[in-house]
């Protein structure tokens, strides 16, 4: 993308996330990841007459492996988490989610906003009122709610025991302090109690495996008994979640995480035909899809820091709180969360 087009972009983020004159910012990336991404934001919230600054970490050594959840360069490094604390806003392009630093800058006030999704994406998903309001609905209906249950013509059935843990909106900005969001996202979510699901999860043909980033081609079915997966059956894709999980060698990797639904009518369901890079924030978003997560739930609050996560967004799922219907079928039922596809 053009540079001064990508900037503009950035600008109207920084505007949404609230970044005024006086505020300090400041940029987080690794290595030479997203540095044109860096760029574009310094000189976003310079025009906005903010304090910018650049926190560069070094690349990964060789031989460190991959990425994995939870595990950040700023880990042994308290100099620069400091530095992130003492800011207003964090602008996050390597991805913390999960992690015990970004925890520790939410906490000392920081509001943050990742962002490390393909730049195409992040212009066509742009966030926007209508969406925030959508997602605000949501969430204040997910948080009086004591019971969530999801069910589908293939078979799911599987109830949650609500009320624990908080309730999170993303819309792909924020403007307040010690907040959490990515850019873009449009969805809701919460925890169960830890030993609170109980039922059946059948995956149907296009549910979506992240981040193994494919599509479900015959029915995978999941068992869970208080809140921890007992068996996962089917096909290849069945055996390939379980070879993956098994990878990590951590049983809590079978507890049942967040759970939630996707609200922007913008967002292709087909994304992975054409995926760029990113963390698939597309799939999680895309109107009416349902979306259950395994492994970690420390970031609402839990004790589970595992990091086998999967996030499972499926299709033409019904969702119930309380037995009021949010999502019947893959459609939205709540008309103030509705789009008018006119």
């Avoid at 360069?73 to 630093?101: C, R, W």
């Amino acid at each position: 993308m053009d540079r001064s087009v990508f900037t503009e972009l950035c600008l109207e983020q920084l505007k949404q996330s609230g970044v005024h004159e006086g505020e300090k910012v400041v940029v987080l990336s690794q290595g030479d990841e997203r540095l044109d991404y860096a760029d574009a934001f310094l000189a976003a919230g310079q025009r906005l007459g903010a304090r910018m600054y650049h926190l560069r970490l070094p690349a990964p050594l060789p031989g460190d492996g991959s990425w994995a959840v939870g595990q950040t360069g700023l880990a042994g490094n308290p100099e620069a988490v400091e530095a992130l604390k003492k800011a207003d806003m964090v602008v996050d392009l390597i991805f913390l989610l999960f992690s015990p630093e970004q925890m520790a800058i939410q906490a000392a006030g920081a509001r943050v906003l990742t962002a490390v999704e393909p730049a195409p994406l992040l212009g066509r998903l742009m966030p926007t009122k209508q969406l925030r309001e959508r997602v605000e609905v949501g969430v204040e209906y997910m948080k009086k709610a004591k019971t969530l249950r999801i069910t589908s013509k293939a078979g799911t059935d599987v109830l949650y025991k609500m009320g624990v843990y908080p309730t999170v909106g993303e819309y792909g900005c924020t403007d307040e302090a010690g907040r959490w969001d990515h850019w873009p996202a449009a969805f809701v979510f919460s925890g169960a109690a830890d030993d609170g699901v109980d039922g059946q999860i059948v995956l149907a043909p296009g549910d979506v495996l992240l981040p193994l980033n494919i599509y479900v081609r015959e029915p995978v079915i999941y068992t869970i008994e208080k809140g921890f997966i007992q068996d996962i059956r089917g096909g290849l894709e069945a055996d390939l979640i379980k070879s993956y999980m098994k990878t990590f060698n951590d049983p809590r990797g079978m507890g049942m995480s967040h759970v939630g639904w996707g609200l922007d009518h913008r967002a292709n369901w087909h994304g992975l035909c054409d995926f760029g890079g990113g963390m698939g924030m597309e799939l999680r978003s895309f109107y009416g899809n349902v979306m259950f997560s395994t492994g970690p739930n420390n970031e609402l609050g839990g004790p589970n820091d595992t990091a086998c996560h999967l996030d499972i967004p499926m299709r033409g799922c019904s969702l119930f709180l309380d037995d009021e219907p949010m999502v019947l079928d893959g459609d939205i039922a709540v008309k103030e969360m509705q789009h008018n596809f006119g």
